[in-house]
């Protein structure tokens, strides 16, 4: 077993469950918000943000991306009209 500290942020993936997990802070978590549907932020007891976990995640970030590669597409589009 490493004694060697992971660097933070960290992100991780439970496959089984579909939770992409990114750690911001190893700080105990005091709070957490939903900021959008599957979407959780968590809190540290100052407020701050030291964490994000996303559920159906696979399904979550592929609707990003496509989001985000259309916006662009279109954009390029226009400036060629």
């Not at 993936?13 to 911001?24: A, Q, S």
């Not at 932020?41 to 979550?60: F, M, P, R």
């Amino acid at each position: 077993m490493s004694n060697i500290k992971q660097q933070l942020p960290q992100i991780n993936y439970f496959k089984e469950e579909d939770i992409l997990h990114l750690l911001i802070s190893e700080e105990p978590e005091s709070a957490s918000i939903e900021i959008s549907p599957n979407v959780t932020a968590e809190l540290n007891a100052a407020g701050e943000l030291i964490g994000v976990e996303i559920l159906n995640a696979s399904n979550y970030i592929r609707d990003c991306i496509l989001e985000s590669v259309q916006g662009k597409l279109l954009n390029l589009v226009r400036s060629k009209v």
